[in-house]
């Protein structure tokens, strides 16, 4: 599927005929039942999948988050558009749909490994390929539909059977038409409309088992353990077959991972892959490999990176730095915090055995190895019970006992004394009175997390688009977000 070299790639691609490349992708939906067969570079295979990779993760927050509908289409489309161009313009290239069809094979490699991972992937993948057919114009749903009519396990059902069951299928049908008809149209919908509609509409029937929301939704007429449904409400049973045969492809594809393993070229690519993926998932909910890919044990302490995290986070650091140590409390809180905003294994050992054996005064290499370097695998949840720890939230972090001198974990508004506060507020440029006061006003109403959220508005002087702040790396994501979206808005 790729080759290594670019060169040898652009020669031989100079001798493929554009219309050949198009002709393999007609439509922009895809079931993806063909494996790809062309060669691409190590290159492109990479940030292909990297590519693809952040929109199921953007897909994957969202749902997490409780968002569905329109909620989730607001938050994904402006991470397809960067980084797929599938666009519901429709104005995508062929080498944009080579690379849709690619990335998805490529991310069948790194998520086939566990059954785990591959309902994850089945789910994001299927969000997207739902998403994507609400952007599809109605002529390409029909020639889609068309092209796969091998696939998709659905009769149509005739006209003598349709007058037949004219009574049944108004009855159970009429309700959800209805619904369907106000969508498109403005105006009232009456029941000639309804009528009109059920006359001119096509019937599919499939087994009732393959259209599970439907059935839940009392979206069809069920007879004979046969579900009718009308063809404008098709989405549900091709996302169920979509899912369905991505998952036993999943299955397929693992068992023939271990041919993989004789290639060095690809293994660890796609470990790569698979460990930025587990970042954020170890990260909770909030971390983004997306901002991710960047966080390094050179980068942690680089002020374009400390800049986004908050008070907590940054005194811990602050303490580390000044100490060449942290106890047990900080050194978790801040271990996990750093693990969720994408610090992997082996860099968070790098990082820690290097704060910890650096300065005057510290400890050497063999003590850190004998005391420390168990504790931070076993953060990761690779030592002992091999738990991995999740970033603590604030409520976690708010119920352990305050710290006592020399210890730097819990939440400096809870935590420190006005004037220590007030300092800190000035490291960050928070001095205008109005704003330090506004400050010490939530912390003496031990509104902590009010306090925390008004530091974010105030220090990206904006509203961080409505977000409480009830997360450490909430914190840290919405603010790289934030930046992001201005570096887009200036570019
Ligand atoms: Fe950290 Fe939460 Fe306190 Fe903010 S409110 S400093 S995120 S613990």
Redesign the pocket.
Known sequence: MFRQSKRVTSDRRAFLDAKMVLAAYPLRLSFYLTPPLEEITLEEFETWAIDRLKVLIEIELCVARGKSGRELEAAVMPVVKQHLSLLPSGAETEHERRKDHYSHFILRLVFCRSEELRKKFVRNETALFKLRYSWTLLHERRTFIDANRDVLPWDYIGPEEKQRMSAQLHAALYQLLRTLLALESEGKVTDEMVRQLMAAQEFIKVPFRNVPDLVAQRNVLLSQGMAYIPLTAQLSLLATEFSTRLEQALVRTFRTLPRLDEDDRLVPLLNHLAANFQAFEAGGDFSNPANALDITASTVMLPEILKHM????TRQLRGLMADHHLRYGARMQLGVFLKGIGLLVDEALVFWQEAFTSGPGSMNVERFNKDYRYNIRHMYGLEGSRTSYKPFN?AV??NKPKPSAGEYHG????DLQADALVEQLADLGITDKHDVTAVLDDVGQNN??IA?TRVFELTHKKDGGATH????NL?FDRSRQLERAEGKAKA
């Open positions: 908050p008070l907590c986070a604030c972090i708010m939440c400096p508004y809870r902590y997390n925390c702040i009830n997360h450490p914190y």
